[in-house]
């Protein structure tokens, strides 16, 4: 038998339309089957209404790009013997290495359920997560995200690297349920060898397969890509035992080492992009490609800030992650897009941080179809946000800046939050 509701507040807010005052869904089975008033809904329709008065219902966020696996990086931090104290980029990433060579495989699936109840808990509904792991695959399938799961790839050594992208390509085409969608992810240009890069291409492209790239993350990256100088080679790759692939000077950026494989398309999202030159951009917005901003995490890390003004200017599509608990502080989008707001308060308004974290970030995951906004046929995943009487001018604002998130719901089983 189907299941129908009728959900109804002060007001229904969708990305780059009008709010809808005494807006409302019609949900049967966790898919939105009409939307409007709730006096047009209850015409028309004898299901139950639950009704948020004073609230407003809005789309469940899109995190563009996570690694859920790593939820637990602050305690394993603690219970480790390795000193913590990351004074630049490779630092961290060394450090990291060094942690998660302590842990077991069974650390990791208590870390990804927390990660995945955090993010439901603050309004995400949808994730893009990084898998480095596909036997992991299990514990996303039986939660109630939603997104898309990009399989890691990475190596030198060429037996290595075949091995790794035969496995992620494997998990690719067996991953796939109603709620969870695929993808690859060459993890950066500082871990693929070059001679990779056209394997990962051909992997993609014959099974139209989308991307997510670690890229242009830091100054060290850049360094490294362009003379094969720098911390990456003096530090990271003694310490990794990639000795013997220094040498090689690919005298460009990593956007146009990438682009010279093919690597960016429509279906590409590229992650960070902080150290990048109005020449990546014109390659990047020619290509379609999508960016996700993980301001917090460049943030506490100090490498810099995106040049989200050049990235408008350009017209490239902005999506915004929290990308993981070992560089930043929660998994709370209501925490990056209010930091991002700060951030960015001369180039991003309430309106393009909303799109970022709603339609934005679904294109981004190539997953409008389903997620995003909420219209007739996507899933009813949806946010509940208090502190939002008033009228239809600044809404938006009150929204984003002062809104408390009452409850959050998914089209394929629930989760509620009362204050």
Not at 245 to 259: M, P
Not at 263 to 278: D, G, K, R, Y
Not at 353 to 378: D, N, P, Q, Y
Request: hydrophobic share 40%; glycine share 8%; aromatic share 8%.
């Amino acid at each position: 038998m189907s299941v129908e509701t009728i959900y109804s507040a002060s007001w229904l807010i969708n990305p780059d339309a009008s709010p809808v005052d005494g807006g409302a869904l019609f949900v049967r089975d966790g898919i939105i089957i009409e939307t409007g008033t709730l006096a047009e809904l209850r015409s028309r329709h004898s299901a139950s209404v639950i009704d948020f008065p004073g609230s407003a219902i809005i789309p469940g966020f899109v995190n563009a790009h996570t690694h859920l696996e790593l939820t637990h990086f602050p305690s394993w931090k603690l219970r480790s013997s390795v000193d913590y104290y990351p004074r630049k980029f490779t630092d961290w990433i060394i450090q990291l290495i060094k942690i998660s060579r302590s842990l077991t495989p069974a650390d990791y699936p208590p870390s990804i359920h927390e990660g995945i109840r955090m993010c439901l808990e603050s309004g995400t509904t949808t994730i893009g997560e990084i898998i480095s792991n596909p036997a992991m695959l299990e514990h996303y399938r039986e939660s109630n995200i939603g997104g898309r799961l990009y399989f890691e790839v990475l190596g030198q050594e060429p037996g290595h690297f075949s091995n790794k992208l035969s496995s992620a390509a494997a998990a690719v085409q067996s991953s796939s349920t109603p709620t969870l969608s695929a993808g690859l992810s060459p993890h950066s240009p500082y871990t693929i060898n070059e001679e990779h890069l056209a394997a990962i291409r051909s992997t993609a492209a014959s099974r139209n397969i989308p991307l997510a790239i670690h890229l242009s993350e830091s100054q060290a990256e850049a360094d490294f890509v362009f003379d094969g100088s720098g911390d990456f080679a003096s530090d990271f790759y003694p310490f990794v035992g990639w000795e013997r692939f220094l040498g090689k000077a690919h005298r460009c950026s990593s956007t146009e080492l990438f682009d010279r494989y093919g690597l960016f398309t429509p279906n590409t999202i590229a992650v960070h992009c902080v150290h990048v030159s109005a020449t990546d951009v014109t390659i990047l917005k020619e290509r379609g490609v999508h960016i996700a901003l993980c301001p917090r995490s460049n943030d506490i890390l100090d490498v810099g800030r995106a040049p989200v003004a050049l990235f408008k200017k350009a017209g490239i599509p902005l999506a915004l992650g929290t990308d993981s608990l070992a560089s930043n502080n929660s998994l709370s989008i209501w925490d990056e897009l209010r930091f991002a707001l700060d951030t960015y308060s001369k180039d991003l308004s309430e309106q393009d941080i909303f799109r970022m974290v709603t339609s934005g970030g679904a294109a981004a995951l190539a997953l409008s179809e389903v997620c995003g906004s909420l219209v007739v046929g996507k899933s009813a995943d949806f946010q509940v946000v208090g502190n939002c009487d008033g009228n239809a001018g600044g809404v938006f604002e009150r929204v984003i800046r002062e809104g408390n998130l009452r409850e959050v719901y998914t089209g394929h089983g629930h989760k509620c939050l009362k204050n």
